[in-house]
DNA sequence: CTACTCCGTCATAAAATTGTAATATTTCAA
DNA sequence: TTGAAATATTACAATTTTATGACGGAGTAG
């Protein structure tokens, strides 16, 4: 996985979209796009973009609607949104804010504007939710460094299975089957053999336990549980 | 999974629904036709599917007309639907269409690419409500975990106690009969040994008498009423 | 180009669970 | 008190589920 941002831009005029994706393109970016608001939203659960750039005045007054759904969902609630709206009026930017969005710029804008409120939002955005580290006992999953330590040591596992334990530390206590497993951490409709599941966890199981020290074994978190998935819990099986 | 989602297939050709009913059933789904939008309608309120697939080019534009609809009704909303598209150069169409519709999907579609977003778009709505532990005394049966507790100490048992003891505890002070306890607990249409469920009870009780504590023995909360069948009481018999 | 790393799949091993049948125990009415 | 009926318990082989090691392919850096 590229280490770049992924942007969805979400507008029904092929110019537009062309215009903002030459200047994302430019600012290092990776872009997506899509016309409308049901291929938008089929985008966006697939591949989980870091941000979506929604026109407010997709045909249907579909944008505002796919806002509020966006920021419903749990899936989706935590992807940043900025809506690009045409109209100045306090009605959109009360309206939108209201939905959850976290930002908007009101077209026309200059590309450079545009960058730089992505930036902010994404700044904002990852500051707040991923850049605390997570810490349980000694094991520390720090997002900032995209790095796992254990004792202050380095834990030396592939890039899944930093996503695997990364969504484990944020959603503890709680059982996930291997489909709902494949779809946080693989990306929702990626079909996948359900055994790459039980790869994966076994070789973060390797990974925590060969960097575990005597006392504890780490890997003991990531617990099997029969018949239902798997499960990250600081309790004893 | 004590019931299989049950899936409403709307199109007005007999091959399509066919050829999706067969997909379905060997996905372990229980499907359920309609041929026009009348029909689906009183389907989907009669018998409330879990999904609805709908084909979006239903004689007389009537899919979109149906799938807005549901989702304005309050009855129908929380049902998710999956539309099928023709072709991608419909889009000027579609777009008008976002409704809230949870995904589409273009035909041709392969079925397994079919099965897997039903799947997810499944495991979205339902994953949404979250059942909330329950407790009798220090026994807690806690879903989100998929554990069960006794005095905060987890309680070893497989996978069909623990079904077991779900039903029970949601169903407490009423005795079933073993067959009924067959149909909830391993499913209707599954034939079993009726003495079957008396060796699951008894490992049920094994397991919660082995994580009592020595003033309390849990395994007393599941009375046997001779003639009858069982019930889970917190009253003595 | 070569040597890595990481990925997904498969084959196989290991472990846990399941249903049944056989046997033991309890209950209740006569 | 006895014995038939109902329930409990035990043992076990079959099945299901999970764990693990190996392999080839893709991608990358040097």
Same mark, same amino acid.
Do not use: C
């Given at each position: 996985m590229t280490t770049e941002p992924t942007i969805l831009i979400v507008d029904d005029e092929a110019a537009i979209?062309?215009?903002i994706g030459v200047a994302l393109d430019t600012a290092g970016f990776n872009s997506m796009e899509a016309e409308s608001a049901l291929e938008a939203h089929v985008n966006i659960v697939d591949?989980? =973009?870091d941000l979506v750039l929604l026109d407010w005045m997709l045909p249907g007054g579909s944008g505002i609607e796919l806002a509020r759904r966006l920021k419903r969902e749990e899936l989706t609630a935590d992807i940043p949104i900025i809506m690009l709206t045409a109209k100045t009026s306090e009605d959109n930017k009360v309206?939108?804010?209201?939905?959850?969005?976290?930002?908007?710029?009101?077209?026309?804008?200059? =590309?450079?504007?545009?960058?730089?409120?992505?930036?902010?939002?994404?700044r904002r955005s990852t500051g707040n939710l991923?850049?605390? =580290?997570?810490?349980?006992?000694?094991?520390e999953l720090d997002p900032a460094s995209h790095r796992v330590t254990i004792e202050e040591k380095a834990v030396d596992m592939g890039p899944t299975e930093y996503r695997l334990l990364n969504f484990?530390?944020?959603h503890p206590e709680k059982?996930?089957?291997?489909?709902?497993i494949q779809d946080q951490v693989w990306g929702a409709n990626?079909?996948?053999?359900?055994?790459?599941v039980d790869v994966h966890i076994g070789r973060l199981r390797k990974a925590l336990t060969s960097a575990s020290s005597p006392g504890i074994n780490y890997a003991g978190l990531i617990q099997t549980v029969r018949g239902a998935g798997y499960r990250f819990s600081t309790k004893p099986e």
């Amino acid at each position: 996985m590229t280490t770049e941002p992924t942007i969805l831009i979400v507008d029904d005029e092929a110019a537009i979209r062309d215009m903002i994706g030459v200047a994302l393109d430019t600012a290092g970016f990776n872009s997506m796009e899509a016309e409308s608001a049901l291929e938008a939203h089929v985008n966006i659960v697939d591949k989980r =973009p870091d941000l979506v750039l929604l026109d407010w005045m997709l045909p249907g007054g579909s944008g505002i609607e796919l806002a509020r759904r966006l920021k419903r969902e749990e899936l989706t609630a935590d992807i940043p949104i900025i809506m690009l709206t045409a109209k100045t009026s306090e009605d959109n930017k009360v309206q939108g804010l209201d939905v959850g969005v976290d930002d908007y710029v009101t077209k026309p804008f200059s =590309p450079r504007e545009l960058i730089a409120r992505i930036k902010a939002v994404l700044r904002r955005s990852t500051g707040n939710l991923r850049d605390k =580290p997570i810490r349980v006992f000694d094991l520390e999953l720090d997002p900032a460094s995209h790095r796992v330590t254990i004792e202050e040591k380095a834990v030396d596992m592939g890039p899944t299975e930093y996503r695997l334990l990364n969504f484990f530390m944020t959603h503890p206590e709680k059982v996930f089957s291997r489909d709902h497993i494949q779809d946080q951490v693989w990306g929702a409709n990626v079909y996948l053999e359900e055994r790459t599941v039980d790869v994966h966890i076994g070789r973060l199981r390797k990974a925590l336990t060969s960097a575990s020290s005597p006392g504890i074994n780490y890997a003991g978190l990531i617990q099997t549980v029969r018949g239902a998935g798997y499960r990250f819990s600081t309790k004893p099986e």
